[in-house]
């Protein structure tokens, strides 16, 4: 299984257009954030979590060329609002793409993007998807080759939200609280992606303390963080993690055993 990181900052990205802070002046291309997103791609699927604001960027710097399924881990204008530019993916390849999400999501996605729903679309060249709620564990790919994805519901402030655990990799963003139930779908990982906003604790995101703190509880082989504040300088990240974790970056590319 591959994992590229398409997006690693926060909602605003890295840098803050207007800002003169240090990280939003470096010259550290490690330091330049996308909006958060993940691709993963296993033997058989291209799985894209989240339809980042930078989305359309992102697959004009990237080599994807298909898309089999979405993901969304909620509706937040950062993780959902690409969701329109999938309509060059649907278009080329005159497939619907299937959607996933928690159920309290689909509304907040219908009241935005229910016209990219539609039975006709493939014939008027708008986004082309179906939406498909998600309550427990499922499987993709064919014969022995399926991978089992599995919502892991974290606490976003006061909103429930959705990460996603495929094989042995698990996706956590935005997520100041993760419920008992969750841990318990979190064990024997071998990557962790965990979301650490910035130093400061924030009340509805996990700081870096914080974020240390799951990735211990947790205690994955090896943790990357991503969904960064222009408050986190890459270069200093590096060298104050522990040992097995990592701030990632956007582009980042890890392979990963699948079961
Ligand atoms: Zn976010
Ligand atoms: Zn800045
Ligand atoms: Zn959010």
Excluded: W
Aim: hydrophobic share 40%; net charge neutral; proline share 5%.
């Amino acid at each position: 299984m591959k994992v590229t990181f398409l997006g690693t900052g926060t909602s605003q990205g890295i840098p803050v257009p207007l800002c003169n802070c240090e990280i939003c002046a470096s010259n550290d291309p490690r330091d330049k954030r996308l909006r958060a997103s993940l691709f993963v791609e296993t033997g058989q699927k291209n799985i894209l979590i989240d339809t980042s604001a930078d989305f359309r960027q992102q697959m004009l710097r990237s080599s994807i060329r298909k898309i089999d399924l979405i993901l969304l881990t909620h509706h937040h204008f950062d993780h959902l609002y690409g969701l329109d530019d999938i309509r060059s993916f649907t278009n080329a390849h005159q497939q619907f793409i299937d959607v996933y999400t928690k159920p309290d999501c689909i509304p907040e996605v219908m009241t935005r993007f229910g016209y990219a729903f539609h039975r006709d679309n493939l014939q008027i060249g708008l986004p082309a998807l179906r939406m498909h709620a998600v309550v427990k564990p499922f499987f993709v790919g064919e014969n022995n080759h399926k991978i089992t994805i599995t919502p892991v519901e974290v606490g976003h402030g006061r909103l429930g939200i959705y990460g996603y655990r495929i094989g042995n990799m698990a996706y956590l963003t935005d997520c100041k609280t993760i419920p008992d139930k969750s841990f318990d779908l979190l064990k024997n990982l071998d990557v962790l992606i965990i979301e650490s906003l910035r130093y400061r604790l924030h009340p509805t995101h996990a700081s870096l303390i914080e974020s240390l703190a799951f990735i211990k509880k947790i205690s994955p082989k090896r943790a990357y963080l991503t969904h960064f504040s222009h408050e986190l300088k890459h270069s200093r990240l590096d060298a104050e993690l522990p040992e097995n974790v990592f701030p990632a970056h956007d582009m980042l590319e890890l392979f990963i055993d699948e079961e």
